[in-house]
């Protein structure tokens, strides 16, 4: 990924092997990453039994929220392309017992598509 790439927030891929060390403490036995994407600092990642969201906070990025969302509790997810002047792409997850959606920005629509494909194929397998 090139830096002007992250700064405007557009996904790209992660490194696979990389992101399974760095979640080894996240990790469930038998659970392996499948797919990760990298946005600016956070990640989405896909693992064989759930979608883990990595939130790096604070100046240094020391401190992270992971959010764990096993497959079967996602009810519903929709995309929203950027426009002419709305540069924005928005990815919205919703988990059952939850009103609100979960929601990653993205800087360019071509990037999200990737992404929704994968989520697509857990959720809807």
């Keep these: ?6 700064l ?11 992101t ?6 996240i990790l469930i036995a038998n659970e392996r990453v499948e797919q990760a994407y990298k946005v600016i600092r956070d990640l989405m990642v896909f693992t ?7 939130d790096k906070q604070g100046v240094t990025g020391k401190k992270t929220d992971y959010h764990s969302i096993p497959y079967k509790t996602i009810t ?8 002419t002047f709305d540069l924005d792409a928005e990815l919205n ?4 017992g939850s009103s609100a959606p979960i ?18 194929s857990y959720v809807l397998d």
């Design 76 to 83: 519903h997810f929709s995309v929203e392309t950027a426009g």
């Design 20 to 25: 399974e060390k760095d979640l080894q403490n």
């Design 48 to 54: 064989t039994k759930r979608l883990i969201i990595v």
């Design 1 to 6: 990924m090139g830096i002007l790439d992250g």
């Design 103 to 120: 929601s990653k920005e993205f800087r360019k629509d071509k990037n999200i598509y990737d992404v929704q494909k994968v989520l697509a």
């Design 93 to 96: 997850i919703w988990v059952s």
């Design 8 to 18: 405007l927030g557009n996904a790209s891929e992660a490194d696979i092997r990389g």
